[in-house]
């Protein structure tokens, strides 16, 4: 790096850094200080809401059944509930919160699908989770955990992937009563976890995940957040996370902003992968380390506070099933217009992996808790476990100490100038 190009990137960073709010919670009463505490979170995914590739096995012996939607549809309310009780008894436990606290962690998002509060007409979802969702905050408080309630799917899908509970090329939530049922379900959700009972564990609600442009369009996305925000304030202090709907978190400045009618505790939500782009999947590993240190600008100069709430150890997209079940992995050609790159045989064995692999793997760790510390308020690494996919498994990256321990640790010093 020449001295111009140091001198050009100590200006971002001095800039991005006076950038942040430093008071939007100072006055709200929760069991987290989001001024002063740095946000080190584990999601704990494909439990109340199924993923595939996350739990490839329950899909694997279910012909044409590829979301949880597919899943109660097409397997009635009986077989469906049974399945379904099966995984959520045994898929996260609080010997699970305890080994998350125990590694460092502070905090736990839990994506969860607005059936498991409300269903509404011809859906043939189960409900149940809301059960071990209350299980779950129970753990975060007896362990130390704070707990951020994901509304991970909404009526509609947000954004057609299996994540939202179906996965459709129609992306319906801003059409017809969509909004307003999702509304409703955050009311119940704010009813029963944004007061003073939880406010020691329960310390934010994500008003929907990953909605996607445009098949949702960004003005009635605002009014909903508008609104949304709204449920959740008239219930108590609980922050309100946004999220950013893979756009730059500046954009949204000025909206939900104390210069927006004193709009107070709000917290942009921003995803980072490096995996789903056929370029991308491509790179060296050194590549994707490079891509970490550069793309500060699209998650910082925010005037909220700022979390990387989704991002992972990938640099492929081999997971089983992470493109949606029955599709192809772009690194190995199977995607629809991706083209080979290499095979996958390998790495979803992380026992098989070399030293070479190992090193990058933990490199880029590395460079991602780092950089996201220095231009946010911290991050939620996406996965807790996994069945098959130690690249997303915060469990396996532990045991074959990939991931730092502690936290701060770091085995490759500086990685990003």
Same mark, same amino acid.
């Given at each position: 790096?020449?001295? +111009? ?8 960073? #001095? ?7 430093? &008071? ?25 809401? @199924? ?11 279910? /012909? ?6 597919? @899943? ?11 399945? +379904? ?14 080994? !998350? ?10 994506? !969860? ?57 129609? $992306? ?36 929907? *995940? ?7 369009? @960004? ?39 104390? &210069? ?9 939500? /921003?995803? =980072? ?14 590549? /994707? ?11 910082? /100069? ?11 150890? #990938?640099?492929?997209?081999? #997971? ?26 390998? $790495? *979803?064995?992380?026992?098989?992996? =070399? ?27 996406? *996965?807790?476990?996994?069945?098959? &996919? ?11 100490? +990939?991931?730092?321990?502690? +936290? ?6 500086? $990685?990003?100038?």
């Amino acid at each position: 790096m020449t001295f +111009l190009q140091r001198a050009i990137t100590t200006l971002l960073v #001095a800039s991005a850094v006076s950038a942040l709010p430093t &008071s939007t919670l100072t006055k709200r009463n929760l069991g987290f200080n989001f001024n002063q505490q740095t946000v080190r979170g584990v999601n704990i995914g494909g439990w109340l809401v @199924l993923e595939p590739w996350i739990t490839p096995s329950i899909f694997q012996k279910l /012909h044409g059944v590829v979301d949880e939607f597919t @899943l109660t549809q097409q397997l009635g309310p009986d077989t469906a509930r049974s399945i +379904l009780k099966s995984h959520w008894d045994s898929w996260a436990t609080l010997q699970d919160f305890q080994r !998350i606290a125990g590694a460092g962690f502070n905090t736990v998002r839990i994506p !969860i699908g607005y059936w498991a509060f409300k269903k509404f007409d011809n859906d043939p979802y189960i409900q149940g989770a809301a059960d071990y969702l209350d299980a779950a905050i129970s753990w975060a408080r007896s362990t130390g955990l704070k707990v951020w309630i994901d509304l991970h799917g909404a009526p509609g899908s947000q954004n057609g992937f299996d994540n939202s509970g179906h996965r459709t090329g129609d $992306i319906a939530f801003t059409h017809g009563n969509h909004v307003q049922n999702t509304l409703e379900v955050l009311g119940i959700i704010s009813d029963r976890y944004a007061g003073r009972e939880y406010n020691d564990v329960v310390v934010a609600i994500e008003l929907v *995940n990953e909605p996607l442009p445009p098949g949702v369009d @960004l003005g009635a996305l605002k009014s909903f957040y508008r609104s949304g925000y709204g449920k959740v304030r008239s219930k108590g202090d609980a922050a309100v996370v946004l999220s950013d709907a893979f756009q730059t978190t500046s954009s949204w400045n000025g909206f939900l902003s104390p &210069s927006d009618n004193n709009a107070q505790g709000v917290i942009m939500d /921003h995803h =980072d992968y490096q995996v789903f782009d056929d370029d991308m999947v491509a790179w060296p590993s050194w590549k /994707h380390r490079q891509e970490v240190c550069n793309r500060f600008e699209a998650y910082s /100069h925010a005037d909220k506070w700022t979390v990387v709430g989704e991002w992972s150890a #990938a640099m492929t997209d081999c #997971a089983a099933a992470l493109n949606g079940y029955g599709i192809g992995a772009r690194y190995e050609g199977l995607f629809p217009g991706s083209h080979y790159v290499g095979s996958c045989a390998h $790495i *979803n064995f992380i026992e098989t992996w =070399d030293q070479n692999l190992r090193d990058d793997t933990r490199m880029f760790i590395e460079a991602q808790i780092a950089t996201y510390e220095r231009y946010t308020r911290g991050w939620i690494f996406w *996965n807790f476990r996994t069945e098959a &996919s130690p690249e997303w498994d915060l469990f396996r990256l532990l045991d074959a100490k +990939l991931f730092p321990q502690p +936290l701060t640790e770091r085995k490759f010093g500086v $990685i990003c100038a």
